[in-house]
């Protein structure tokens, strides 16, 4: 996508940070705006990540500005902010392809450019990459600096804390910047702020603030007196006492779209020594009305016309996986008060909006700490309570421990509701939940379970809510379910048996959640009977006795890696029941994929009906 230029003059002079340095400082506020404009129409063209990247768009520049980029490093958190942050470093004009198939990557990514320093996609990990860069740019004594960006809702998670103690301790010069989206700009962040925060950063204060240590270190009861007054004269304006107190010179807060204030104090900040945070107010989705208002609804968009600020009407199709969740914990929820409903941070991608709301007390956002919530719910387990964990596969991962040490290794009868299950599309490799079956399968007292449709979603929901001698998983994908109509009565299943589908001869098709619908179709053509498995774990051990004695081949199917999957579970009862038979394992490679439309990649991955048939046929030859 080409720029016009007579639209951008000055974008247009900004293909790279070298180029943004060479611009006079005056120019920067109407570049802002430029940026902002262009970032407007660019993800309304592409569809993406929307309001956060509007909020960073000052920093961005004053960012590129000040720092020498990619020399000295910049590290995002998540990435959904760095948007702008890829316009300004080489990638502008293929921004109309951003999360699509074969485009640019939807978050910062090491292989895409030099400036994406670190890949990420999880919260929480820019401060423990910084420091470790940090040290190493000392060790380099080359006058690299170190930068990591990072919003206030990563600062819930431990990951964070960790790092910042570490970095206090070890005393590297790094800058962390706190974006703090989720509060307006408040009275005291104007002028006086913006000229204290540049008056703290400068060399005068940061000159008598180091010389007065070493005056008073031989008098260490004046010294200790002075670093109090220092700390309340400091505490009755800015609230750093807690960053301060991890060993990080505290700055701010500063209005974060008052690109002058920001480059004046980052350029003070770039010479001070030791760990520094820089407080910064931002305003999620600023500079376009509708994602001001709903910043939660606007994170993330498909494609739109802004000039009509609506985004465009969905059509009416099947519930989503997430929807049926919302629907099934809702109606359990009026049955029992002991259920308690948790996530981590995800409550209207998880589909627990209604719940939330009608039933508060119940209700438990964890905030961005995913080993919290799960031993959160371990404790509610262990007073009697119903706790369920609404968490996406591959948040899942981060919380691995907890699963094993806190819930699975002392039975407690925890229901994890988990989302993304397999192939998520657009937000690629970090977000695809393609090991859940995998690392889940392994945990002693597990109970997994992995629904082909949404009315038997909900009765494995119900299910897991029944079951009270361990931890239980219902396991299903992103988006749209598949039109089953729902059953509304709850009855739960008899764990661990499957059910067969369609009676074939000689190919059996064990399949393993809602790739069902493909693997029926693609069974028409072999006359292969198929086993709707439903459990991942314990496995239908008869079901799989019976099918092995009366086919020739068995041809697992599952939308999770094949290695350590629910193919290799069959493959492992076969070797212990001492019946050897070829069996095709058919799922997601030993590889990360790849972003682009979920139908696009199954298709790629052939797993959808016609890729299933090839693969078997292939397979007979």
């Known amino acids: 996508m080409s720029l016009d230029i007579s639209q951008y003059p000055v974008l247009a002079q900004a293909n790279t940070p070298d180029e943004l340095r060479l611009l006079p400082q005056a120019l920067l506020p109407q570049l802002a705006d430029e940026l902002r404009s262009f970032l407007l129409k660019s993800v309304a063209r592409s569809s993406g990540h929307f309001a956060s990247g509007l909020g960073t768009v000052e920093l961005t520049v004053a960012l590129h500005y000040v720092y020498n980029t990619p020399f000295d490093r910049l590290i995002w958190d998540v990435g959904h902010q760095a948007y702008p942050h890829k316009i300004l470093t080489g990638r502008r004009d293929r921004m109309h392809t951003i999360r699509q198939k074969g485009g640019i990557h939807p978050f910062p990514w090491r292989e895409e450019s030099e400036y994406d320093i670190f890949s990420v996609g999880h919260s929480g990990t820019s401060i423990s990459a910084a420091l470790a860069m940090a040290v190493a740019a000392e060790k380099e004594q080359a006058g690299r600096k170190v930068v990591a960006v990072i919003g206030d809702g990563a600062m819930t998670g431990g990951m964070v804390f960790e790092a910042m103690n570490h970095a206090g301790d070890l005393h590297n010069d790094m800058l962390v910047v706190l974006n703090d989206n989720e509060m307006s700009i408040s009275e005291n962040v104007g002028a006086l702020n913006n000229h204290l925060a540049q008056l703290m950063s400068g060399r005068l204060y940061t000159t008598i603030r180091e010389g007065s240590k070493k005056v008073l270190q031989g008098m260490p009861v004046i010294k200790e007196m002075a670093k109090r007054t220092e700390e309340h004269l400091k505490g009755m304006v800015v609230p750093g006492t807690m960053f301060e107190e991890l060993g990080f010179n505290y700055i701010g ?44 609804g ?69 905030a961005i700490a995913e080993q919290h919530a799960v ?31 806190d819930v699975a290794l002392q039975k407690l009868p925890v229901l994890f509701a988990i989302d993304r299950g397999g192939i998520v599309g657009a937000d690629g490799p970090t977000h695809q939940g393609a090991f859940d079956l995998s690392f889940m399968r392994t945990i002693p007292n597990m109970v997994i379970m992995a629904p082909s449709d949404e009315n038997e979603c909900r009765q494995m929901l119900y299910t ?158």
């Open 464 to 621: 897991g809510y029944c079951y009270k001698d361990g931890p239980t998983a219902v396991r299903y994908p992103r988006g749209s379910a598949t039109g089953e109509p729902q059953v509304e009565e709850m009855t739960a299943l008899p764990i661990g048996k499957g059910l067969i589908k369609r009676q074939g001869t000689k190919i059996a098709i064990l399949n393993f959640g809602t790739l069902l619908a493909n693997s029926l179709i693609a069974a028409e053509s072999l006359d292969a009977t198929v086993a709707d498995m439903r459990f991942v774990k314990p496995l239908d051990i008869e079901l799989i006795k019976q099918l092995s004695d009366s086919h020739d081949l068995l041809v697992t199917v599952e939308e999770n890696a094949i290695m350590g999957g629910a193919g290799s579970g069959v493959l492992e009862e076969l070797q212990r029941l001492k019946r050897p038979m070829p069996v095709l394992q058919i799922g997601l490679p030993d590889e990360f994929i790849k972003h682009g439309e979920q139908k696009e990649i199954l298709a790629d991955l052939r797993l959808d009906s016609a890729g299933i048939l090839a693969q078997i046929e292939e397979y007979l030859k």
């Open 253 to 296: 807060p500063i209005d974060g779209h008052d690109i002058d204030a920001l480059v004046e104090t980052m350029r003070n900040m770039r010479n001070l020594s030791g760990p520094q945070i820089l407080h910064i107010m931002t305003k999620k989705g600023r500079g376009y009305e509708p994602a001001e208002k709903d910043p939660i």
């Open 298 to 366: 606007w994170h993330a968009v498909p494609k739109f016309d802004p000039s009509t600020f609506e985004k465009p009407a969905s059509k009416p199709s099947n519930p989503t996986f997430s929807q049926v969740f919302g629907k099934w914990l809702c109606d359990i929820s009026e049955q029992d008060d002991k259920v308690l409903g948790i996530t981590p941070a995800m409550r209207e991608g998880s589909g627990m909006v209604e719940f939330s709301q009608r039933f508060p007390k119940q209700y438990f956002d964890a």
């Open 375 to 405: 031993t959160l719910a371990a404790g509610f387990a262990c007073e009697g309570l119903k706790p369920v964990v609404a968490i996406y596969s591959t948040f899942l991962q981060r919380g691995y421990d907890q699963l094993i040490h």
